[in-house]
Structure formats: C-alpha cells, structure tokens
C-alpha cells in the first residue's frame, strides 16, 4: 500500500523552527516529485514548496521564501520541510504530496499521492 506520513508538526512560538518531514511507504519517493502544501481554518489549501525528482528544482511560495528550506534524503525515503522564522499565519494542517512527473510544481491535481496531514500551530 503507498502511503505518504508527515511528521513533526507541533505548537511553536513565534520566530521559531520546525522541521517537518515525509516519509514513504510502499514506493520510493526518488521516483516522484515531492511538493508541501498547507491549509489554514477557513482558507483554501495552497501550495508551500516542491522539489523535483532528479535535478533537485526547487519552487518556495514567495510567503515562505527565504525562510522554509525542501530537501530530500533519498536513502531514507524522506523529505523534509524546514520552517525558520515561523510567524502566526504560518499555523496550517500541511501536507506532503507525490507527483509521478517528477517536476517540480505547485499544482495539486498532478500530485496522486497525500499523507493525511500534520499541524503546525504558531503562537505564543
């Protein structure tokens, strides 16, 4: 069974760091673009940041630039989302998503597979 988790979401205060990550079961994410998406109460779901299958892309929303970081441990089947400097509107159920085409971007329909999500609460 393929199967995307997401772990270590948490309550953090504000201007400080969380690393979030993805890991795969039953395929192996070097074969898939990885992108991270995030859903705030009441908004719609919006695109955080993706990585691409072999050439590394990158792509960060222009809210997250400079301060969350994508990158992929393909030994360990894992990807990860480094979150620094976390402000309030950062709080959000993120999620992490396979893309089979393997470039990077940030449109939902071309991811196949979700994990069920992780929260990531900023406050103090």
């Known amino acids: 069974q393929l199967q995307l988790v997401e772990s270590g979401g948490g309550l953090v205060q504000p201007g400080g760091s969380l690393r979030l990550s993805c890991a795969a079961s039953?395929?192996?994410?070097?074969?898939?673009?990885i992108g991270w998406f995030r859903q705030a109460p009441g908004k719609e779901r919006e695109g955080v940041s993706c990585?691409?299958?072999?050439?590394?892309?990158?792509y960060y929303a222009d809210s997250v630039k400079g301060r969350f970081t994508i990158s992929r441990d393909n030994a360990k089947n894992t990807v990860y989302l480094q979150m620094n400097s976390l402000k309030p509107e950062d709080t959000a159920v993120y999620y992490c998503?396979?893309?089979?085409?393997?470039?990077?971007?940030?449109?939902?329909?071309?991811?196949?597979?979700w994990g069920q999500g992780t929260q990531v609460t900023v406050s103090s």
């Open positions: 039953g395929f192996t994410l070097d074969y898939y673009a």
């Open positions: 990585i691409s299958r072999s050439d590394g892309n990158t």
């Open positions: 998503a396979a893309d089979p085409g393997g470039i990077a971007t940030m449109k939902e329909s071309w991811y196949d597979y």
